[in-house]
C-alpha cells in the first residue's frame, strides 16, 4: 500500500503539513517512520480520513463551478468491481468524486483505497489516470 510524507497528505488535505503533524501526534492519522526517521501516512489511513472528515462536514458548495477541463488529485477512497465495470470514488480534499470506468481499466491501474489518482473531468465523463513520481 502507498505511503505519503507529510507534505504529501497536507496537500491531499488542503492543509498545511503542521496541521498534518498535529493530526498524527493527535491520533487522528496513522503514520511510521521511515528509516531515515521522516514520518509516513499510510494511504488508505489517509483516504479514511479524508472520508470521514468530508462526511462530517457534510458542505458542498453549490457556487463552484468549473471549466470542462479539470483534474483533481487525491485518493481512492473505495472501488466496487463487477464483472464488466469498476465504481471508483476518489476524495480530492474537500470534492467526492465518483466515475465509472471497465473493470479492465481499474485493474491495470490497480486502483485501491489509498491509491494516489487524478480524477480528469470533461463535460460528463470522469476518467481516472495515475500520476507520474
Known sequence: M???????AAEL?????DSVRRLIDAGQ???VRDPAGRRRVDGAALARFCTERAEASGS?????TASAR???????TKVVR????AQVEIQ???FRV????????ADQLELAPGVLAVASVKSTNVGIEIPKP
Do not use: K, Y
Open 2 to 8: 502507498p505511503t505519503f510524507t507529510v507534505g504529501q
Open 13 to 17: 488535505l488542503g492543509v498545511s503539513a
Open 29 to 31: 492519522i496513522d503514520a
Open 60 to 64: 458542498t458548495d453549490p457556487t463552484l
Open 70 to 76: 479539470n483534474h483533481f488529485t487525491g485518493l481512492v
Open 82 to 85: 463487477d464483472t464488466v465495470m
Open 92 to 94: 480530492a480534499g474537500p
Open 98 to 105: 465518483v466515475s465509472l470506468i471497465s473493470r479492465e481499466a
